[in-house]
């Protein structure tokens, strides 16, 4: 352990908010510095560690890495505005959370890149570290910078600032990239050399070598990599401060807005034995009270009902609760209320999307209004009093008529809640309604699409102000103007990376907390840098231009992207894969992966 940060850190925590944040030794945090002659990797997400320790990718490459023969891996999350200040004043470097070592000492550093909003802090993270911003500024003395997570998929805005990056899932390709890094070492390769090697890895992304095609990883059988049996406990409260595992990844619904929809695909359920093993192995190392049963759509397994029920009985009599972050409206099915039924209720929540049924049909969620009614009477009925709705405006064809949508869709909502309760519990009936803009997003079938300009996003907003019930319903927008500056650094190139540069030099840090976020100064920072964003987030685009992220392969096929775009405006929906037979995406040929369900009951 590094004895003289700890001391200097030490003597800076009293001045700090929330020093727990700083001083790493959480229970099952893994200590592998007694193995000789380690290789050293330290995960990072750009972050404070209360967001940051939420986040499955770095619990489960944290567990993974350390495994590996000789690998110890630490992690390191991003001080808040005063530990910065106050570590930048005292002349200390980032360090890692372990060992207390400078971060710049470090064989690898991992970035977690969760969404673009954390962009100026991985500039943070890099400079606290005294690492070179750009790649080309570094010698062969320093860390190898390597990034990943759903950014990864449009890595140009980023591209300078990484010496490589990792398109799709870690567990098999984080691997591979820390052997071969490690090799090269070994071997006294020059970082040059170093980075040819590691771009012969299939889903590595070397931006010095030029735009090389670059195919996505993905892991074919889930059951094949554990969910951590330990994961690191913090001692302060965290974001989803519980044990989570994750029941399938993918999800082939196919919502023509949502990049996570293609760049998951195909689904893969773990086996019903696996979840219960994995959540009651973590259970016992940890001491949680909360299990949380993670993926993008959770309800969607095959085996829910039989993971609820086996994972209920184990559970009976203690006081440990089971959770589903997100539930589906017509996954709330009354074998699935009376299971939930006994779990805690943190809150139901069911993202419509749209207020009306064309434009439901226009962005593929198969959401009826009768069957989201449904939904809320038979929740409501066994005992839930708060649903959370969540819409978007500002989607490709969004009329003023679909926006006034939303406001009606929430009052037949409001009501339904209303009826299926007694009448003395009325008036605790909530609807939490949470509208964001539209954000037109890489590999999705509206990659091509334009963000409307934020006065008119401004005017939909206040339209549908007017149109909202009032009582028992709870509006909030997220910020139109943080969904600009996002759409534009999800859409744009390398010339995107000076304004994200700028923003930082000028103060950015933390932009997806709403009161750091600064229009304003990203604004200038566009002007410093010569960027007309307006012409990245709010143009439409040719379907047959070349587009800054073409280079990168989800697996799924532009000609399909293609052809659901047309769908979207035929009014034309796409049946679910899991359900209807493959609908032709081409990820499963190209990636040698195929849907993999659990329970057997689906196609
Ligand atoms: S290739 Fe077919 S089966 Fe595989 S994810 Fe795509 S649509 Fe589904």
Redesign the pocket.
Known sequence: MSDAVREAVERLLPGVEQPSRYVGCEWNAIDRRATAQPYRAVLAYPDVYDVGMANQAIQILYAMLNALEGVACERVFVPWKDMADALRSAGVALYALESFDPVNEFDLVGITLPHELAYTNVLELLDLAGIPLHAEDRSDAHPLVVGGGPCAYNPEPLAPFFDAVLVGDGEVAAVEIVQTHRRCKQAHMTRRETLAELAKIQGVYVPSLGQHRVLRRAVADLDAHRSPACPVVPYTDVVHDRVAVEVLRGC?RGCRFCQAGTIY??VRERRPDSIVRDAMAALRCTGYDEVSLTSLSTADHSAFVEVLGRLGRRLQGTDISISVPSLRADALTPDVARLLGKAKRTGLTIAPEAGTQRLRDVINKNITEDGLLDTVARAFASGWRRVKLYFMIGLPTETDDDVAGIGELVGRVLAAARDAVPANERGSVRVGVSVSTFVPKPHTPFQWEAQPPLEEVHRRQELLRERMPRKGVELSYHDAEASFVEAVLACGGREVAAAVEAAWRRGARFDAWTEQFSLDRWRAAFEESGLDASAIANRPRDPFEPLPWSHISSGVSTAYLRAERERAFAGQTTPD?TFAG????????ALGV??VIAGGVRV
């Open positions: 082939a695909r195909p894969c493959c609908t032709g995406c081409g990820v499963c040929g195929s849907n």
